[in-house]
């Protein structure tokens, strides 16, 4: 291990006079070997949050990190921490607290990716899955264990010869999530058996007050780096509403993803049930859409999120599940089938589009019972959402249509349970894609949907 005089010195005061895009990861003390991790990554510049924190973290400093959604918030971190392993090599070296299973697994993904020159291993270890197995993982000691809280707390209490003495960075990203999720008092748990030597980072959309008080209690002399308001999306994004009466609602989202066919979408809806219902109906009118919520199994949510980042779905329809810190990178619109409930659920929505420097738009549903909330969060946007423009007389000739496939869906979903069980007593996820293709005609019953909508 390189004594510590040996570090690289930075000239913290000069980088932060830069911008981004005057700036290199060289620039911020990242080695040379990461640097060309990052390019083969398509990592060209730092980004704001990563310009800021990452020449501090190498410092040694622990840090708090405030910074809006797509912002590249797991770069920041994982640069510090994979150059600080690759001086010392370890097991249980770090560990990445995250609120949802997706997020973690992505967040292995950017780990394993970024340390592949030094072959960084990570163990994700997520409810859903099987323990034994994650006891053998776990028992090949891996360098990186990115976790869910619950998790996480289960194996330090039950998997023999297990702990974490050894650890030397604790990482909680989407800080903000992980308490409103009431991780809390398993975090302060975990915390109990960590060593208090060791770097932390904290990352957050927002400084709440639980975020404030779980600072001060695992953190030590942190530096604050904030490029971020509390409410703000990106100026790459178009923000659109379409006001129309409740019971035509399904009649507008089919006429909007007729007029933006090839366009990579994410639907928001607020339950599980009208997930798995939009998904059933759209895919009888022949979209290619995969449901994404919180009763499916972990398999089916990880392969559900795989067709769409592929390409082979185009529209993922999801709960809350999906929107925050998932990196998808090419959404070009976000839809939100029902207004979120609060202007920080909206901002982590849309945030799924516009990342990374890209444009995007997004689209919220407003009926007679949504004006007030869409009313709150323009003010909390401190701007009014624009019109989205349509031809109301050609949305309502796809009524009949757009009927007849939301009683199919109705009838399929009675069938198989709900949104938690089927006839066959399986969750009612994607193995029935391939059936209901067959079924639906699949694609090529979209294009007779297309030319009756047009007759």
């Known amino acids: 291990?390189?004594?510590?005089?040996?570090?690289?010195?930075?000239?913290?005061?000069?980088?932060?006079?830069?911008?981004?895009?005057?700036?290199?990861?060289?620039?911020?003390?990242?080695?040379?070997?990461?640097?060309?991790?990052?390019?083969?990554?398509?990592?060209?510049?730092?980004?704001?949050?990563?310009?800021?924190?990452?020449?501090?973290?190498?410092?040694?400093?622990?840090?708090?990190?405030?910074?809006?959604?797509?912002?590249?918030?797991?770069?920041?971190?994982?640069?510090?921490?994979?150059?600080?392993?690759?001086?010392n090599p370890q097991a249980f070296f770090a560990c990445i607290m995250a609120p949802t299973r997706e997020l973690a697994y992505q967040i292995a993904e950017t780990f394993e990716g970024l340390g592949s020159v030094i072959g960084v291993r990570c163990a994700v270890i997520v409810g859903g899955m099987d323990m034994m197995a994650q006891s053998i993982a776990l028992s090949k000691r891996p360098h990186i264990i990115v976790c869910t809280p619950g998790r996480l707390q289960d194996h330090l209490e039950n998997t023999k010869g297990f702990s974490l003495r050894t650890l030397k960075y604790l990482v909680m990203d989407e800080a903000d999530r992980l308490?409103?999720?009431?991780?809390?008092?398993?975090?302060?748990?975990?915390?109990?058996?960590?060593?208090?030597?060791?770097?932390?980072?904290?990352?957050?959309?927002?400084?709440?007050?639980?975020?404030?008080?779980?600072?001060?209690?695992?953190?030590?002399?942190?530096?604050?780096?904030?490029?971020?308001?509390?409410?703000?999306?990106?100026?790459?994004?178009?923000?659109?509403?379409?006001?129309?009466?409740?019971?035509?609602?399904?009649?507008?989202?089919?006429?909007?993803?007729?007029?933006?066919?090839g366009n990579s979408t994410i639907i928001f809806t607020r339950t599980c049930n009208d997930t798995q219902k939009i998904a059933i109906m759209l895919r009888n009118l022949g979209f290619g859409a995969v449901p994404l919520h919180g009763q499916l199994a972990q398999s089916k949510r990880l392969g559900a999120l795989n067709k769409f980042k592929s390409g082979s779905r185009t529209i993922l329809v999801a709960t809350d599940v999906a929107s925050r810190g998932i990196d998808i990178p090419l959404v070009d619109v976000v839809i939100n089938y029902d207004v979120p409930q609060s202007s920080k659920d909206y901002i982590h929505r849309v945030g799924r589009t516009a990342r990374a420097g890209r444009s995007g738009k997004s689209i919220t549903f407003v009926t007679q019972y949504d004006v007030e909330l869409i009313q709150r969060i323009e003010k909390d946007l401190g701007r009014k959402l624009d019109a989205f423009p349509v031809e109301k007389d050609e949305v309502m000739m796809l009524q009949e249509r757009v009927g007849e496939a939301q009683r199919i869906a109705t009838l399929e979903l009675k069938e198989r349970g709900g949104a938690r069980g089927s006839k066959r007593g399986a969750k009612p996820d994607d193995d029935d894609d391939d059936d209901l293709e067959e079924k639906t005609g699949g694609q090529h019953n979209n294009k007779k949907f297309k030319q009756k909508r047009r007759h």
Request: charged share 25%; proline share 6%.
């Open 1 to 87: 291990m390189p004594e510590v005089d040996q570090k690289p010195t930075i000239d913290i005061e000069a980088i932060a006079k830069k911008t981004p895009e005057e700036t290199t990861f060289a620039d911020l003390g990242v080695s040379k070997e990461l640097c060309t991790a990052c390019e083969k990554l398509n990592f060209k510049h730092p980004t704001e949050i990563q310009k800021e924190s990452i020449p501090w973290a190498l410092e040694g400093r622990d840090i708090i990190g405030l910074a809006q959604t797509g912002s590249g918030k797991t770069a920041a971190f994982a640069l510090p921490i994979i150059q600080r392993l690759w001086d």
């Open 179 to 261: 308490l409103d999720m009431d991780f809390g008092p398993k975090i302060d748990q975990i915390l109990k058996v960590l060593p208090r030597e060791r770097n932390t980072f904290l990352f957050s959309a927002t400084m709440t007050t639980k975020v404030a008080k779980l600072q001060r209690a695992s953190l030590s002399k942190p530096v604050k780096v904030e490029v971020a308001t509390k409410y703000s999306t990106v100026k790459t994004l178009l923000q659109y509403y379409l006001f129309f009466p409740l019971k035509h609602k399904d009649v507008y989202m089919v006429y909007l993803l007729n007029e933006l066919a």
